[in-house]
Nanobody, 120 residues
Framework: VSLVESGGGLVQAGGSLRLSCVAS?????MGWYRQAPGKERELVAT????????YYADSVKGRFTISRDNAKNTMYLQMSDLKPEDTAVYYC?????????????????WGQGTQVTVSS
């Protein structure tokens, strides 16, 4: 499975951005991770393509919305009320190997990443 992200950019605090990730191949679950400079990669959100069940990290709940378009094999991340601490490279991931009971992890496929920068 190959994944291609788009939609990153520079935005002022309080603004919005929408990320997209197009997948080629069979998908069951997709997710977004992010990694800020000097920090570990962080799981942001996941979505099950069949059930639409979602998971959000506490840091983005109420501000970010993950969604998918099964017909287009595409996942989205609508980010609102962006904060400088949201600045990171955002990665799309697909087909996890494990489920903790709360969230999926150990994804098999990854995109190349897209930069999101939020200025204060």
């Amino acid at each position: 499975v190959s994944l291609v992200e788009s939609g990153g950019g520079l935005v002022q605090a309080g603004g919005s951005l929408r990320l997209s990730c197009v997948a080629s191949g069979s998908i069951n679950v997709m997710g977004w991770y992010r990694q800020a400079p000097g920090k570990e990669r962080e799981l942001v959100a996941t979505i099950h393509f069949k059930t639409a069940h979602t998971y959000y990290a506490d840091s983005v709940k109420g501000r970010f919305t993950i969604s998918r378009d099964n017909a287009k094999n595409t996942m989205y991340l609508q980010m609102s009320d962006l904060k400088p601490e949201d600045t990171a490279v955002y990665y799309c991931a697909a087909n996890p190997n494990y489920y903790s009971g709360t969230y999926y992890y150990d994804f098999a496929s990854w995109g190349q990443g897209t930069q999101v920068t939020v200025s204060s």
